[in-house]
């Protein structure tokens, strides 16, 4: 691993960790544990394992660590740890760091499950949760105080794709010592600098742009190796929410292809945007990345393309939408994102159901909105499907 390689040269390279037969693509090392040569060297090894030293698959493993630390590489973090999901990462790294009397400070435009996290499994252990519009520092700054421990946001925000700005907000919650957690799925690793930006800690959901193809759950805890090594290690190791080796092994696989396919789906999300402006049947196009957004300069400066994913509102609401969905081709009607497929979503009756019409409101989730997570088909192809599914609609 050489410091000066890009991106798109430490997602194939990096970590990698050769048994004896030299293999070029990585071993799956499929065992729950590990033979000791003698009782004195177990015996050392649980008084301090060694960097190619393993005890136990919930422990660590080395097609795991080759994940955790192309992960960590990736990121600009130090160290990593791979958890089973991206909610065992999110659970994980919060449950590991607070505890009862601890302040949070958290974006209210939350991926479901995280806000189940935050709102009622915190609160249940007595640590103290304020939300904010992520967008507005004036609300970040207001709600900041001396026993505040962590602030979380995620951006770009789900699925109103509204941007975060991870240095402004990082300023203010250092000023108060807060560790500053990002859950940065939208922005995937390839287009992330949240490290360099200011935020302490990096989670991802691995399931989506990282495996990119349907197959896994995965996630990944990214910050100091002292905050890894002495508060994530701990708890998630004893905890159960560790990543297995097979999983590990298809994640590699799919970071080898990460950055081709995430500039692909970007690609296709700006020429989708580009030919849907002023389209007679949307009342909205939203993409960071195209000049009509409100905080397309941010978006540009943070993360310097506009993701994987576009929303659009129609104006013939419900019945439109769904009419929209029924009609596609190419795009698939599903929840997940970031996938090599394009994936339609409509949130007001799949992803975000479970939230009060005034909730649903607040966060701009209109019911002729459609969340298009746009997968590596041909271009043309692409828009074709969508423009002949919105005369439909
Ligand atoms: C999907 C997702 C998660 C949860 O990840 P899983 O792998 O499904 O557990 C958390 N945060 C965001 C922003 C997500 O998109």
């Known amino acids: 691993m050489s410091d000066d390689w890009n991106k798109a040269t430490r997602a194939v390279h990096g970590g990698a960790r050769r048994s004896q037969y030299g293999e070029v693509s990585e071993a799956i090392f499929l065992t729950q544990g590990f033979v000791y040569d003698s009782a004195e060297a177990a015996e050392a090894r649980f008084i301090q394992a060694g960097d190619d030293e393993f005890i136990y698959a919930r422990y660590g493993n080395p097609t795991v660590r080759i994940f955790e630390e192309r992960m960590a590489l990736l990121e600009g973090a130090e160290d990593g740890f791979a958890t089973a999901s991206g909610m065992a990462a999110v659970n994980g790294v919060l449950s590991a760091m607070l505890k009862a009397g601890d302040h949070v400070v958290s974006a209210r435009a939350l991926f479901g499950s995280c806000l189940y ?44 794709l509204e941007v ?21 799925v939208f922005s995937t690793p390839v287009f992330s600098d949240a490290i360099a930006q200011g935020a302490d800690v990096v989670v991802y959901s691995a399931t989506k742009h990282i495996d990119g193809q349907g197959r896994t759950l995965g996630g990944v805890i990214l910050g100091t190796r002292e905050f890894i090594r002495k508060t994530v290690e701990p708890y998630m190791k004893h905890t159960g929410g560790s990543m297995s080796p097979f999983t590990a092994w298809v994640m590699l696989k799919g970071l080898e292809t990460l950055s081709l396919r995430v500039n692909a789906q970007a690609d296709n999300a700006t020429a989708l945007t580009e030919t849907l402006q002023g389209h007679p049947a949307l009342a909205r196009v939203i993409y960071p990345g195209h000049a009509s957004h409100g905080q397309f300069d941010l978006c540009q400066r943070q993360m310097g393309r506009g993701g994987t994913v576009l929303s659009i509102d129609l104006s013939g609401g419900k019945p439109a939408a769904f009419a929209f969905l029924n009609g596609l081709k190419i795009g698939k009607i599903s929840n997940n994102l970031g996938d090599a497929k394009t994936i339609v979503t409509h949130p007001a009756t799949t992803t975000h159901q479970r939230l009060s019409e005034d909730q649903r409101a607040d966060l701009g989730i209109t019911d002729g909105l459609v969340r298009i997570s746009c997968g590596i088909e041909d271009t043309d192809d692409l828009v074709g499907d969508v423009m002949q599914a919105l005369e439909g609609a």
């Open 164 to 184: 975060i700005d991870i240095a402004a907000v990082s300023e203010l919650a250092h000023t108060v010592g807060a560790v500053v957690v990002v859950d940065n």
């Open 117 to 160: 996290v935050l709102e009622d499994v915190l609160s249940r252990f007595g640590v103290e949760v304020t939300f904010v519009d992520g967008t507005d520092l004036d609300q970040w700054q207001a709600a900041l105080r001396p026993d505040t421990r962590a602030v979380f946001f995620e951006t770009v925000s789900n699925p109103t």
